[in-house]
T-cell receptor, first 114, second 113 residues
Framework: DTGVSQDPRHKITKRGQNVTFRCDPISEHNRLYWYRQTLGQGPEFLTYFQNEAQLEKSRLLSDRFSAERPKGSFSTLEIQRTEQGDSAMYLC????????????FGPGTRLTVL | EDQVTQSPEALRLQEGESSSLNCSYTVSGLRGLFWYRQDPGKGPEFLFTLYSAGEEKEKERLKATLTKKESFLHITAPKPEDSATYLCAVQSYSGGGADGLTFGKGTHLIIQP
């Protein structure tokens, strides 16, 4: 399977703990995106990378959130001091710059903050 | 700010009963309009990209069309396996994220046998 992969698929944590998610994009894709989706809503854009550069951050991305993409390959999204409001599905997508901007999504990481 | 509104929120059809889903959008400059299908607990699955008014694309029982203000996803003779949430998204030249997509809330479609 050469699609976008995410790990873990599910994460349960206690309020105040830090969590980190990983995303591996489609191998030839140089753009990588993070979204958050809550129940009954569409995905909301958080941030994106072109290669290793983080080019844009949404105002939804508070100071407790940080994303990295070392060497322009996989990416990590860390949430510090988790709050119950952080409970959501965190989706990663990738695309190839210069093409039709089609973004392909991974299966997501379901975060539950108790 | 880009806005996407999808209607209806939910739709229940009998197998073989054709219908259309609506996506109304407001953007400062449209780069692309995207349709995705999402099954429960899974990530969105890409269906179509439309770029300019008058454009149409088809895939099996699905056909997407685009005007300057809205897009329609037409479902012809649906089957139970077409049951899913259908998401519409736009990408603009000056939206909330220059490359990020702005999604609607989706239409939850149920096809009864």
């Amino acid at each position: 399977d050469t699609g976008v992969s995410q790990d873990p698929r599910h994460k349960i944590t206690k309020r105040g703990q830090n969590v980190t998610f990983r995303c591996d994009p489609i191998s030839e894709h140089n753009r990588l995106y993070w979204y958050r989706q809550t129940l009954g809503q569409g995905p909301e854009f958080l941030t994106y990378f072109q290669n290793e550069a983080q080019l844009e951050k949404s105002r939804l991305l508070s100071d407790r959130f940080s994303a990295e993409r070392p060497k322009g390959s996989f990416s990590t999204l860390e949430i510090q001091r988790t709050e119950q409001g952080d409970s959501a599905m965190y989706l990663c997508a990738s695309s190839r710059a210069g093409t039709s901007n089609e973004q392909f999504f991974g299966p997501g990481t379901r975060l539950t903050v108790l | 700010e880009d806005q996407v509104t999808q209607s209806p929120e939910a739709l229940r059809l009998q197998e073989g009963e054709s219908s259309s889903l609506n996506c109304s959008y407001t953007v400062s400059g449209l780069r692309g309009l995207f349709w995705y299908r999402q099954d429960p607990g899974k990530g969105p699955e890409f269906l179509f990209t439309l770029y300019s008014a008058g454009e149409e694309k088809e895939k099996e029982r699905l056909k997407a069309t685009l005007t300057k203000k809205e897009s329609f996803l037409h479902i012809t003779a649906p089957k139970p396996e077409d049951s899913a949430t259908y998401l519409c998204a736009v990408q603009s030249y000056s939206g909330g994220g220059a490359d990020g997509l702005t999604f609607g809330k989706g239409t939850h479609l149920i096809i009864q046998p």
